[in-house]
């Protein structure tokens, strides 16, 4: 399974998780998912529902990961079945 890589608004109402896809089909460039999701309920209750996924470069995922830490995002654990 792949370790993916959470962050949470300041507003506890949307993530974002970061992970590798494992499955490159060229083998040249390596990409991440950004997948953006809506939380429902208390942070832990249940699973965020995904609204958005994009690929991008592991280098634009890195500078994405890092600006949202700048603007007050913060990192998690996820915490639901």
């Known amino acids: 399974m792949t370790k993916s890589y959470w962050l949470i608004n300041s507003n506890r109402?949307?993530?974002?998780?970061?992970?590798?896809n494992e499955k490159s089909i060229d083998g040249v460039f390596e990409y991440m998912f950004i997948?953006?999701?809506?939380i429902m309920g208390g942070l832990g209750n249940r699973s965020p529902i995904m609204t958005n996924t994009v690929s991008?470069?592991?280098d634009l995922a890195r500078e994405i990961?890092?600006?949202l830490l700048s603007k007050g995002w913060r990192k998690i654990e996820k915490n639901w079945n």
């Open 13 to 20: 109402s949307e993530v974002k998780r970061f992970m590798k």
């Open 35 to 38: 997948d953006t999701g809506k």
């Open 56 to 58: 991008v470069e592991i």
């Open 65 to 67: 990961y890092e600006r």
